[in-house]
């Protein structure tokens, strides 16, 4: 051996024996044992989707007369129910829906609601009451009390939402496996983490940074190795969304130790001529669900699949002056997988002549009662502990 080559390997190795065991761990599992977990992948339409032009109630004399420019016709929409139908842009959902795939859950939502994006959202990512100011989210509450690595909960974006962090352990963001990788192993980066001193892992701030920053090295590490494994040959739409989906399908059907997938489509925001902007959107969305849900059939592994997919909040009932809508409430949620025991349309229709005084739909089913649902009937942990609280499970799982 080189002298130089010894030097350089005798430094990683005792650097490396700095790194707290269950770091070293993960680089050790077997990349060929399949997970076989349940998991989900949860889908924000960021911005706020108008949910009345998702599910139509098409044969609603209200519904026709608040929105005379922006209503969808019969002929626009596929047939649900008599008086309730999808955006003729959702046929892959429309399928699903047929198939017994799909739950569709009416006037999801929360009391008192915020009509301001950011605010929203920080509610539905947190599981907060609309008075509550929470620093950690839903998810990352998971993590902490059920998990053992941050990669358990993988955001497939470039930066990390709200919804993955937790007080001790946060998910991990990943748009490229090779590039996280890659960046991880970047000398300023590698010569941190092969050289900390274990004493700072129990400073506060400084502490925390080195931890963020080995738990990210060794989840690159081990995210690299396993998405090896499968690689689809599945042809996605060509969208940045389907991108992100296929990655999730390679991280799926490789054995990921991972039980939430992250994931969002933006561009909901239709204050003015809506029609257009979200029709296209909708049919980005339902085009790469049909790829993905293609994709895990084929390799065994939608049955272990939950699809979860929201928004921060509805539309306003009556269309604006330009043509589009302003920011509502209670909107619908969507719940795909191939092992629902409860698909279909889950409960009662929008109430169009029974609005607050600000002429939007009131709520009925609490967001927090899908997350009690999906926590409690499908990861199978406790979820009042991590909601902050005991909400009514509902039985689409």
């Known amino acids: 051996m080189q002298r130089r080559d010894f030097l350089k390997s005798s430094i990683l190795a005792s650097g490396m024996a700095l790194v707290p065991s269950f770091l070293k761990g993960m680089e050790m599992l077997n ?11 949860i889908i924000q339409l960021s911005g706020g989707n108008d949910g009345l032009n998702t599910i139509v109630p098409v044969g609603n004399d209200i519904y026709h007369r608040l929105r005379p420019n922006i209503a969808k016709s019969r002929e626009a929409t596929i047939r649900i ?63 902490d009390a059920n998990c053992q690595y941050p990669y358990q909960a993988i955001e497939v974006d470039k930066g990390l939402s709200l919804t993955l962090k937790g007080e001790k352990m946060n998910g991990i963001a990943v748009d490229n496996p090779n ?25 506060s701030n400084q502490g925390y940074l080195y931890k963020t920053m080995l738990e990210t090295y060794s989840s690159a590490s081990y995210i690299k190795e396993k998405s090896k494994i499968y690689h689809t040959k599945m042809q996605y739409p060509n969208s ?20 939430v997938y992250y994931s969002s489509l933006g561009g909901f925001d239709s204050h ?8 296209k959107l909708l049919a980005t ?45 209670a909107n619908n949620v969507f719940v795909i997988g191939g092992k629902l025991k409860k698909a279909g349309v889950y409960n009662e229709v929008p109430n169009l002549s029974k609005l607050d005084a600000n002429g939007d739909l009131i709520h009925t089913v ?9 926590l409690n009937n499908w990861l199978m942990v406790n979820d009042t502990t991590i909601l902050n609280g005991d909400f009514d499970k509902l039985g689409f799982v």
């Not at 990349?31 to 992948?41: A, R």
């Open 366 to 374: 609490d967001f927090r009662s899908v997350y009690a649902t999906i």
């Open 240 to 259: 940045g969304f389907a991108k992100d989906l296929k990655t999730i399908a390679n991280f799926i059907v490789s054995g990921l130790d991972t039980r």
């Open 179 to 203: 590039l996280l990788f890659n960046n991880t192993r970047e000398p300023f980066f590698k010569n941190i983490v092969t050289n900390a001193n274990t004493a700072l892992l129990h400073e």
């Open 285 to 329: 969305y339902a085009e790469g669900i049909a790829a993905l849900v293609t994709d895990l059939k084929q390799n065994d592994r939608f049955d272990d699949t939950l699809i979860l997919t929201f928004s921060e909040f509805g539309r306003r009932v009556k269309q604006n002056a330009s043509n589009g809508t302003d920011h509502g409430t």
């Open 31 to 41: 990349p060929q044992n399949l997970s076989g977990y349940k998991n989900i992948v």
């Open 81 to 143: 129910q008599d008086n309730l139908a999808f955006n003729d842009n959702l046929k892959a959902l429309a399928k699903l829906y047929d198939q017994g795939e799909l739950c569709l859950i009416n006037n999801v939502g929360y009391p008192n609601p915020n009509r301001s994006h950011f605010r929203s959202s920080d509610i539905w990512h947190t599981a907060s009451s609309a008075g509550e100011y929470l620093k950690t989210g839903w998810i990352g509450r998971y993590l």
């Open 272 to 279: 003015v001529n809506q029609l257009k902007s979200q029709d």
